[in-house]
């Protein structure tokens, strides 16, 4: 079965670059959220988006921007990178709008930041 | 914070033993959902129980979930040494919040 898909992999960004992770749910998911887990740290959610629209923001930082298009992918968009920023950043997906549906998630791009 | 809160933060057993991790949020919700996540590899959904639920299989996996303690326990019967990973609940409120994690070690 399909699964959520993230690219790259990986990523390696200097101080003061600008990355774009993209999303792509399983196929008929209209939901996607995004995530970051720092080293040894829990996953917070930065920010998801139901039909093309936003639908709820959590910790995202005010460099960060996401959005989703026609197709349902997602992309955000981190600019002015910090050393703090490198993580495992995460997109899930799920139909229906609400955190309450099963959340598919991909595998993660993980961002290191020089 | 509406964060899930896992116990214990680290348990180490025999395979073969049962492992169970328990959970304590602070918000109503409308479901609890557990999940696994190996050492810096992708987070893996396990199972979900909604708050209407008192108790749900899944092949090794046993979830009770108590709203009144707001509390959740995750059992794995008959571990094996691959069920070795941090397992994470999660609730919905009104945004998604994880846990802390418990790093369960399945001694072969």
């Known amino acids: 079965a399909a699964g959520v898909i993230q690219s790259p992999r990986h990523l390696i960004k200097e101080k003061r670059e600008t990355a774009t992770l993209k999303c792509y749910p399983i196929?008929?998911?209209?939901?996607v959220y995004w995530y970051q887990q720092g080293p040894g740290q829990d996953p917070q959610f930065l920010i998801s988006f139901y039909e093309k629209m936003q639908s709820d923001k959590g910790s995202i930082p005010d460099r960060f921007s996401a959005q989703q298009f026609s197709d349902y992918h997602s992309e955000l968009n981190m600019s002015s990178l910090e050393l703090g920023d490198s993580a495992l950043y995460f997109c899930a997906s799920s139909f229906g709008g609400l955190p309450s549906y099963e959340q598919y998630f991909g595998p993660g791009t993980r961002l290191t930041v020089t | 914070s509406q964060q899930g809160e896992e116990d214990p933060q680290a348990l180490s057993i025999q395979e073969g033993e049962n492992a169970t991790m328990n959970c304590s949020y602070k918000t109503s919700i409308n479901n609890l959902q557990w999940y696994r996540q190996n050492s810096g590899r992708g987070l893996v959904h396990l199972i979900l129980?909604?708050?209407?639920?008192r108790e749900k299989h899944s092949g090794r996996l046993r979830v009770t979930l108590d709203t009144s303690k707001k509390s959740s326990s995750l059992l794995i019967t008959a571990s094996r040494a691959a069920d070795t990973a941090s397992y994470f609940c999660?609730?919905?409120?009104?945004?998604?919040?994880f846990g802390t994690g418990t790093s369960l070690t399945v001694i072969p």
């Open positions: 129980i909604r708050s209407n639920e």
């Open positions: 999660a609730t919905d409120a009104a945004q998604f919040y």
């Open positions: 196929p008929r998911h209209d939901t």
